[in-house]
C-alpha cells in the first residue's frame, strides 16, 4: 500500500470516530480534513511510508525482521506499556525541524544511528501515542535523514493499537 491509500484508511477512520462524538457531521468533517491535511503534508515532507494498525500486527504475527522504535518518553509512557517487541528512543511531541540536542534528553544523532543498526536499508517502523502527536514523524524524519530507506511510520500508535484490542506490553 502507498501512502495515499494509508492516508485515506485514517481519513475513513477518522470519519468514523469522530462522527459519534457529540458534534455534528459537518464539524467532524473539519476535524477529519485538519488530521488528514497534517499527515498528509508530514509523510511528504518527511519521505516515509504509512502503514496501518493491521499491516503491524501482520508483521509481528509472522515475526518478520524489522526493528520497532517507540518514540514515546520512556517513564511517562513506554515502561507504562508498549506494543511487543519495541525498543524506545524518545522524541520531542513538536515537530522538529532539524536535530537539536537540547530537546533530545540528552541522546545523540549517533545514539539513534546506533539503535537503527548498520543496515540503511533495515526496515524501521515507528510509531507515538496517536495521528496528531508528531513524536513518530519526527523519528521517521531522523531515521531518513540518517541514511534509512526503508522507514515507515504507524501514526495510529498506541491508541490505533489499544483501539483495535491489541495488548501492550510492559516487557
Not at 481519513?11 to 459537518?26: D, E, H, I, K, W
Not at 541522546?107 to 548498520?118: C, F, I, K, M, V
Not at 504507524?154 to 491489541?166: E, F, I, K, Q, V
Request: proline letters at 2%; one cysteine or more.
Amino acid at each position: 500500500m502507498n501512502a495515499s491509500h494509508h492516508c485515506c484508511l485514517l481519513v475513513a477512520f477518522y470519519f468514523v470516530t469522530m462522527s459519534g462524538c457529540g458534534t455534528n457531521r459537518f464539524e467532524a468533517e473539519v476535524a477529519t480534513e485538519e488530521a488528514a491535511l497534517k499527515l498528509a503534508n508530514e509523510t511528504v515532507q518527511g519521505g516515509y511510508e504509512l502503514i496501518s494498525t493491521g499491516e503491524l500486527k501482520q508483521m509481528l504475527d509472522n515475526n518478520e525482521d524489522f526493528l520497532l522504535v517507540d518514540a514515546m518518553p520512556a517513564d511517562e509512557s513506554f515502561a507504562k506499556g508498549h506494543i511487543r517487541n519495541a525498543v524506545n528512543f524518545a522524541f520531542p511531541k513538536e515537530v522538529m525541524e532539524a536535530w537539536q540536542d537540547d530537546v533530545m534528553g540528552g541522546r545523540s544523532r549517533e545514539d539513534y544511528e546506533e539503535l537503527l543498526g548498520e543496515s540503511t536499508d533495515r526496515k524501521i517502523v515507528v510509531y507515538c501515542g496517536f495521528v496528531k502527536c508528531a513524536r513518530s514523524h519526527n523519528a521517521a524524519v531522523c531515521a531518513r535523514e540518517l541514511g534509512y530507506t526503508n522507514v515507515y511510520r504507524y501514526a495510529g500508535g498506541l491508541y490505533a493499537w489499544r483501539g483495535s484490542g491489541y495488548p501492550l506490553t510492559t516487557e
